[in-house]
């Protein structure tokens, strides 16, 4: 099950607004540990499988990634489909961290392909 | 109060609170402990401290050709900053600023052990075809 | 244009903010940091700019920010590529 073409600048508008409050908010965090006194991060570094991107769109991940504060992308290997991303705040949890970079990287599947999969998992949404 | 008074006045909390977040970013650079937890503080300013300071501007300067101006300018901030980070944290692994020890885990350090990437080790081969021409 | 009391603390703080960088320049450790450092610089001077237009009311403010921000990068591109040696 894909999405409708015509419901892509609706899908476009919601990438957009998601990324928008991502970014406020993660800025804040970002900034709100380096004010408070004492508080060091707790960064981790994991490896991410990427799905099939074409070049625009994987630059565009890397630059979302890269914009909200608390992720960084250090290294990109487009043969291998790979890429590493540091976090701020992964305290640990590899796999909490890798799925919500999965998850920026279907919604912006989603907010820029005519035909992309309906939900993550390729199931109808509800 | 009048209108005038409500725009320097909202203008102003913008210049002041986006200066603010530059302020707060240029302490996470000393405070931080590598050179990738402090690229994140920067990113703060980057993005969010100098965006509030160009919608400040706006604000207080206010016309249609220069909300169109200050639109085009935070894009292309944010993109052209994301590219910097980006440049910047990848060619400081590869010239050897290795993240501090409580960075847990550590999936690139462990990749390093493997044959097929060991070439980061001579900071050469990782990455090489990503988007950096 | 903006109340002589705000310029003064936009680019008092901002003037924090480049202090900070210089001494995070100073004490290094690594090239990577001297760079992350010279980037913040760049952007509290973007602020600087700003507010110096708007305090004494150039017309063109917005236009220095534009293209400020437009070419930033490249500086911070050079960084990198010249941490590498030339290499990319």
Redesign the interface.
């Known amino acids: 099950m894909t999405t409708s073409p015509w419901s892509l600048p609706v899908r476009a508008l919601a990438l957009l607004g998601w990324f928008i409050r991502q970014f406020i908010v993660t800025s804040v965090q970002v900034s709100a540990l380096i004010l408070t006194p004492g508080r060091q991060p707790q960064p981790g570094i994991v490896r991410v499988e990427l799905d099939e991107l074409s070049d625009a769109e994987l630059t565009l991940l890397v630059a979302i990634i890269t914009i909200t504060p608390d992720t960084l992308v250090i290294a990109v290997d487009r043969q291998a489909r790979t890429m590493f991303v540091h976090g701020m705040f992964v305290a640990g949890d590899a796999e909490a961290f890798r799925s919500s970079l999965l998850d920026t990287q279907a919604r912006l599947v989603r907010g820029v392909r005519w035909r992309a999969p309906a939900s993550r998992t390729g199931k109808e949404m509800p | 109060m009048t209108a005038e008074l409500a725009v320097t006045i909202v203008g102003s909390a913008l210049l002041i609170l986006g200066a603010f977040v530059i302020a707060s970013a240029a302490i996470g650079l000393i405070r931080l402990p590598d050179l990738y937890t402090r690229t994140s503080a920067i990113g703060t300013a980057a993005g969010l401290g100098v965006s509030l300071i160009i919608v400040g501007v706006v604000v207080l300067d206010f016309s249609a050709l220069n909300l169109l101006k200050g639109v085009i300018a935070i894009v292309a901030q944010l993109l052209t900053s994301a590219i910097g980070s980006f440049a910047l944290a990848r060619s400081g692994y590869l010239t050897g600023s290795r993240p501090v020890a409580t960075t847990a885990p550590d999936e690139l350090a462990d990749s390093a052990a493997s044959p097929r990437d060991r070439q980061i080790d001579d900071g050469r081969a990782l990455g090489d075809d990503s988007a950096t021409s | ?3 002589d009391v ?1 310029a003064a ?3 008092g ?2 003037a ?3 202090v ?2 210089v ?2 320049i100073v004490r290094g450790p ?4 001297t ?3 010279g ?2 610089i760049f ?2 001077f ?2 600087i700019v ?2 110096f ?2 305090a004494f009311s150039i017309d063109a ?3 220095i ?2 293209i400020a ?2 070419l ?2 490249l500086s ?2 050079s ?3 010249l ?2 040696g030339g ?2």
């Open positions: 244009m903006i109340p705000v603390i936009v680019i703080l901002l924090i903010a480049v900070l960088a001494v995070r690594t090239p990577g940091d760079a992350v450092a980037d913040l952007f509290a973007i602020g700003a507010v237009g708007l403010v917005i236009d920010v534009l921000a437009i930033g990068f911070i591109l960084l990198a590529r941490l590498q290499q990319r």
